[in-house]
């Protein structure tokens, strides 16, 4: 079974310079996550979707963040305008979405992409 | 707010040895899961083991078990007979009951050497 597809790898842009990550989550997961990992740090949620829909977007900086999955597979990261302080590894993770064997409150497990390593000079 | 605790930045275990990582959380929930994630050089998160907090039994993974203690909202990974493979960056990470987001801690670097 593949797994979580990233690209780019790397990414060098200048601040104030617009790019964007792709995702491809594993076949038949319907749910889809993006989180940024600052270098030193734990990878921070920065949106969910759910299919299409948006799950939880609370963290994501909306003023310059912005992400689509518009067929409900893979997914676009966009960042516009870049700042110094985006700097980061930015992971895409998905999972099956459902509740399970009907035990209440069941998570699938989030399987993790290789993520684009993005540096802003 | 749920905050996750990683207070050993690094450790170090010989091959073949026992080493344990320590994690600890914050939240007033009743219902929760903890996870220990993996990241390798390459980068690519694993999941090593979970946890969920209605379950008294510690959970094991082959030579990966933890050491739950809910009173402590304690929650240690102990990695038996270590192997060169086991190098990698450790997180901690708990998810609220009901929801899939994921609160990591900022991770232990652990070095297994010959």
């Known amino acids: 079974e593949a797994g979580v597809a990233q690209s780019p790898r790397y990414k060098i842009i200048e601040k104030r310079q617009s790019v964007a990550f792709w995702c491809n989550p594993i076949?038949?997961?319907?749910?889809l996550y993006w989180y940024q990992q600052i270098l030193g740090q734990g990878p921070k949620l920065l949106i969910q979707?759910?299919?299409?829909?948006?799950?939880?977007d609370s963290q994501l900086p909306k003023d310059r963040f912005s992400a689509e999955r518009l067929k409900g597979v893979d997914s676009t990261l966009k960042i516009q305008p870049a700042k110094l302080e985006d700097s980061a590894v930015y992971l895409c993770a998905s999972s099956l979405g459902r509740l399970a064997g009907g035990r209440p409150g069941y998570r699938d497990t989030q399987y993790f992409g290789p993520g684009t390593r993005l540096t802003v000079l | 707010a749920q905050t996750v605790t990683q207070s050993q930045p690094e450790m170090s275990v010989q091959e073949a040895e026992t080493v344990t990582l320590s994690c600890t959380y914050d939240t007033s929930e009743n219902n929760y899961y903890l996870f220990w994630y993996k990241q390798p050089p390459s980068r690519q998160m694993i999941l090593v083991i979970r946890?969920?907090?209605?379950?008294?039994q510690n959970a094991t993974e082959n030579r990966f078990s933890v050491n739950f203690q809910k009173a402590a909202k304690s929650f240690s990974l102990k990695i038996s007979d270590s192997q060169l493979g086991d190098t990698a960056m450790y997180f901690c990470?708990?998810?609220?009951?009901?929801?899939?987001?994921?609160?990591f801690g900022t991770g232990t670097r652990l070095q297994v050497f010959p």
């Open positions: 979707f759910q299919n299409n829909g948006v799950v939880d």
């Open positions: 946890q969920e907090a209605y379950k008294q």
């Open positions: 076949s038949g997961h319907a749910t």
């Open positions: 990470a708990f998810m609220k009951w009901n929801t899939d987001k994921l609160i």
